[in-house]
Protein backbone atom coordinates (compact mmCIF):
# COMPACT_ATOMS: atom_id res chain seq x y z
CA UNK A 1 0.00 0.00 0.00
CA UNK A 2 3.10 2.44 -1.19
CA UNK A 3 3.71 2.93 2.94
CA UNK A 4 0.66 4.17 3.67
CA UNK A 5 -0.66 3.28 7.16
CA UNK A 6 -4.26 3.83 9.09
CA UNK A 7 -5.29 2.93 12.03
CA UNK A 8 -7.00 1.92 13.68
CA UNK A 9 -8.00 -0.94 11.03
CA UNK A 10 -11.58 -1.37 12.59
CA UNK A 11 -13.71 0.54 15.01
CA UNK A 12 -17.24 -0.10 16.54
CA UNK A 13 -18.39 3.25 18.50
CA UNK A 14 -21.68 4.69 19.98
CA UNK A 15 -23.35 7.84 18.30
CA UNK A 16 -22.32 11.23 19.65
CA UNK A 17 -18.74 10.17 20.69
CA UNK A 18 -15.80 11.66 19.05
CA UNK A 19 -13.56 9.41 16.83
CA UNK A 20 -10.44 10.55 15.30
CA UNK A 21 -8.88 8.57 12.32
CA UNK A 22 -5.69 8.16 11.59
CA UNK A 23 -3.48 8.26 8.23
CA UNK A 24 0.47 8.05 8.37
CA UNK A 25 2.54 8.10 5.29
CA UNK A 26 6.22 7.57 4.86
CA UNK A 27 6.74 8.47 1.34
CA UNK A 28 6.98 12.16 1.95
CA UNK A 29 4.04 12.50 -0.62
CA UNK A 30 2.73 16.53 -0.40
CA UNK A 31 -1.23 15.68 -0.97
CA UNK A 32 -3.06 13.74 1.66
CA UNK A 33 -7.19 12.57 0.55
CA UNK A 34 -9.84 11.24 3.09
CA UNK A 35 -12.21 9.23 1.64
CA UNK A 36 -15.52 7.34 2.41
CA UNK A 37 -16.93 4.53 0.47
CA UNK A 38 -20.35 3.58 0.70
CA UNK A 39 -22.05 0.87 -1.54
CA UNK A 40 -23.30 2.36 -5.05
CA UNK A 41 -21.17 5.80 -4.23
CA UNK A 42 -17.68 4.82 -4.95
CA UNK A 43 -15.31 6.86 -2.80
CA UNK A 44 -16.12 10.35 -1.83
CA UNK A 45 -13.60 12.62 -1.30
CA UNK A 46 -13.97 14.23 2.79
CA UNK A 47 -11.47 16.50 2.99
CA UNK A 48 -7.77 17.22 1.75
CA UNK A 49 -4.69 18.71 2.33
CA UNK A 50 -2.41 20.33 0.11
CA UNK A 51 0.65 20.81 2.74
CA UNK A 52 1.17 20.83 6.46
CA UNK A 53 -1.32 22.86 7.86
CA UNK A 54 -3.28 22.63 4.75
CA UNK A 55 -6.60 21.72 4.12
CA UNK A 56 -9.75 22.04 2.71
CA UNK A 57 -13.29 20.90 2.08
CA UNK A 58 -14.18 17.97 -0.29
CA UNK A 59 -17.55 17.01 -1.43
CA UNK A 60 -18.88 15.16 1.83
CA UNK A 61 -17.27 17.56 4.77
CA UNK A 62 -20.11 17.69 7.21
CA UNK A 63 -19.15 16.38 10.32
CA UNK A 64 -15.77 15.65 9.67
CA UNK A 65 -12.58 17.86 10.49
CA UNK A 66 -9.09 17.26 9.57
CA UNK A 67 -5.70 18.18 10.83
CA UNK A 68 -1.97 18.12 9.58
CA UNK A 69 0.67 19.22 11.66
CA UNK A 70 3.30 17.27 9.92
CA UNK A 71 4.05 15.64 6.40
CA UNK A 72 3.65 12.10 7.54
CA UNK A 73 0.08 12.27 9.48
CA UNK A 74 -3.52 13.73 8.18
CA UNK A 75 -5.82 12.95 11.01
CA UNK A 76 -9.79 12.79 10.22
CA UNK A 77 -12.28 13.52 13.52
CA UNK A 78 -16.01 12.91 13.58
CA UNK A 79 -16.64 15.14 15.96
CA UNK A 80 -19.66 13.21 17.00
CA UNK A 81 -20.35 10.21 14.83
CA UNK A 82 -24.28 9.38 13.77
CA UNK A 83 -25.07 6.42 12.10
CA UNK A 84 -24.63 7.86 8.61
CA UNK A 85 -20.90 8.15 9.19
CA UNK A 86 -20.54 3.86 9.39
CA UNK A 87 -18.67 3.91 6.61
CA UNK A 88 -14.92 2.50 5.00
CA UNK A 89 -12.53 5.31 5.24
CA UNK A 90 -9.89 5.25 3.30
CA UNK A 91 -6.55 7.94 3.08
CA UNK A 92 -4.63 8.40 -0.03
CA UNK A 93 -1.37 10.22 -0.98
CA UNK A 94 -0.45 11.94 -3.94
CA UNK A 95 2.97 13.38 -4.95
CA UNK A 96 1.63 14.99 -8.39
CA UNK A 97 -0.19 18.41 -8.17
CA UNK A 98 -2.45 16.61 -10.62
CA UNK A 99 -3.01 14.49 -7.85
CA UNK A 100 -4.22 11.47 -10.50
CA UNK A 101 -2.13 9.01 -9.32
CA UNK A 102 -3.12 8.56 -5.56
CA UNK A 103 -1.92 5.69 -3.58
CA UNK A 104 -4.56 4.08 -1.57
CA UNK A 105 -4.27 2.77 2.19
CA UNK A 106 -6.08 -0.37 3.42
CA UNK A 107 -8.66 1.23 5.03
CA UNK A 108 -10.62 1.74 8.25
CA UNK A 109 -13.74 -0.12 8.85
CA UNK A 110 -15.83 2.49 11.21
CA UNK A 111 -19.27 1.39 12.94
CA UNK A 112 -21.45 3.83 14.99
CA UNK A 113 -24.23 2.39 16.91
CA UNK B 1 -24.90 14.22 -8.57
CA UNK B 2 -21.59 12.57 -9.87
CA UNK B 3 -19.64 13.36 -13.07
CA UNK B 4 -18.54 9.51 -13.80
CA UNK B 5 -20.50 6.87 -14.26
CA UNK B 6 -20.48 3.33 -14.91
CA UNK B 7 -23.05 1.40 -17.21
CA UNK B 8 -22.78 -1.89 -15.40
CA UNK B 9 -22.50 -2.53 -11.77
CA UNK B 10 -21.62 -6.40 -12.37
CA UNK B 11 -19.77 -8.09 -14.87
CA UNK B 12 -19.40 -11.96 -15.14
CA UNK B 13 -16.82 -13.43 -17.22
CA UNK B 14 -15.31 -16.66 -18.40
CA UNK B 15 -11.20 -17.23 -17.28
CA UNK B 16 -9.36 -16.45 -20.72
CA UNK B 17 -12.22 -14.49 -22.54
CA UNK B 18 -11.41 -10.35 -22.62
CA UNK B 19 -13.52 -8.24 -20.41
CA UNK B 20 -14.33 -4.65 -21.25
CA UNK B 21 -15.89 -2.63 -18.45
CA UNK B 22 -17.13 0.85 -19.82
CA UNK B 23 -17.68 4.45 -17.98
CA UNK B 24 -19.73 7.50 -18.79
CA UNK B 25 -18.69 11.08 -18.06
CA UNK B 26 -20.31 13.92 -17.94
CA UNK B 27 -17.87 16.86 -17.04
CA UNK B 28 -16.53 18.01 -20.74
CA UNK B 29 -13.41 20.27 -19.32
CA UNK B 30 -12.15 17.00 -17.36
CA UNK B 31 -8.70 16.13 -19.19
CA UNK B 32 -7.28 13.12 -17.26
CA UNK B 33 -9.26 9.49 -16.77
CA UNK B 34 -7.88 6.48 -14.38
CA UNK B 35 -8.97 2.98 -14.25
CA UNK B 36 -8.71 1.66 -10.30
CA UNK B 37 -8.97 -2.02 -9.20
CA UNK B 38 -9.57 -2.76 -5.66
CA UNK B 39 -9.66 -6.25 -4.33
CA UNK B 40 -11.84 -7.08 -1.29
CA UNK B 41 -10.75 -6.30 1.49
CA UNK B 42 -8.45 -3.28 0.30
CA UNK B 43 -7.67 -0.06 -0.59
CA UNK B 44 -8.27 0.93 -4.75
CA UNK B 45 -4.81 0.38 -6.48
CA UNK B 46 -4.01 2.32 -10.22
CA UNK B 47 -4.22 0.39 -13.32
CA UNK B 48 -3.73 3.11 -16.05
CA UNK B 49 -4.24 6.40 -17.07
CA UNK B 50 -5.33 8.56 -20.09
CA UNK B 51 -4.95 12.00 -21.20
CA UNK B 52 -7.91 13.56 -23.11
CA UNK B 53 -5.47 14.32 -26.04
CA UNK B 54 -4.90 10.50 -26.31
CA UNK B 55 -7.36 7.92 -27.63
CA UNK B 56 -6.20 4.67 -26.35
CA UNK B 57 -3.52 3.51 -24.32
CA UNK B 58 -1.73 0.09 -23.28
CA UNK B 59 -0.41 -1.39 -20.50
CA UNK B 60 0.50 -5.35 -19.69
CA UNK B 61 -3.19 -6.94 -20.40
CA UNK B 62 -5.26 -4.26 -20.31
CA UNK B 63 -6.37 -1.28 -22.88
CA UNK B 64 -8.03 1.81 -22.30
CA UNK B 65 -9.99 3.63 -24.54
CA UNK B 66 -11.08 7.42 -24.89
CA UNK B 67 -13.87 8.46 -26.78
CA UNK B 68 -14.37 12.28 -25.80
CA UNK B 69 -16.85 12.93 -28.96
CA UNK B 70 -19.54 10.42 -26.53
CA UNK B 71 -17.63 11.00 -23.05
CA UNK B 72 -16.98 7.30 -22.88
CA UNK B 73 -14.30 5.56 -21.31
CA UNK B 74 -13.42 1.42 -21.33
CA UNK B 75 -11.01 -0.65 -19.61
CA UNK B 76 -10.71 -4.07 -21.27
CA UNK B 77 -8.84 -6.70 -19.83
CA UNK B 78 -7.32 -9.48 -21.99
CA UNK B 79 -7.17 -13.31 -21.31
CA UNK B 80 -8.96 -12.51 -17.49
CA UNK B 81 -7.49 -14.48 -14.70
CA UNK B 82 -9.16 -15.34 -11.16
CA UNK B 83 -7.02 -12.23 -9.68
CA UNK B 84 -8.96 -9.89 -11.79
CA UNK B 85 -11.94 -10.36 -9.56
CA UNK B 86 -12.29 -7.16 -8.04
CA UNK B 87 -14.25 -3.65 -8.33
CA UNK B 88 -13.31 -1.02 -11.18
CA UNK B 89 -13.40 2.34 -10.64
CA UNK B 90 -13.09 4.73 -13.23
CA UNK B 91 -12.17 8.19 -11.98
CA UNK B 92 -11.57 11.67 -13.63
CA UNK B 93 -9.68 14.85 -12.94
CA UNK B 94 -8.48 18.54 -14.52
CA UNK B 95 -5.13 19.19 -15.62
CA UNK B 96 -5.48 22.26 -12.55
CA UNK B 97 -7.12 19.98 -9.78
CA UNK B 98 -5.85 17.50 -7.78
CA UNK B 99 -9.24 15.43 -6.88
CA UNK B 100 -10.59 12.88 -8.23
CA UNK B 101 -13.88 12.00 -8.93
CA UNK B 102 -14.57 8.74 -8.56
CA UNK B 103 -17.44 6.38 -10.42
CA UNK B 104 -19.95 3.91 -8.48
CA UNK B 105 -17.73 0.84 -9.91
CA UNK B 106 -18.20 -2.12 -11.69
CA UNK B 107 -17.61 -5.40 -9.93
CA UNK B 108 -16.06 -8.13 -12.06
CA UNK B 109 -16.49 -11.81 -11.39
CA UNK B 110 -14.01 -14.83 -12.90
CA UNK B 111 -15.77 -17.78 -13.49
CA UNK B 112 -13.67 -20.79 -14.06
Known amino acids: DAGITQSPRHKVTETGTPVTLRCHQTENHRYMYWYRQDPGHGLRLIHYSYGVKDTDKGEVSDGYSVSRSKTEDFLLTLESATSSQTSVYFCAISESVQGHEQFFGPGTRLTVL | GESVGLHLPTLSVQEGDNSIINCAYS??????FIWYKQESGKGPQFIIDIRSNMDKRQGQRVTVLLNKTVKHLSLQIAATQPGDSAVYFC???????????FGAGTTVTVRA
Open chain 2, 27 to 32: NSASDY
Open chain 2, 91 to 101: AETHSNDYKLS
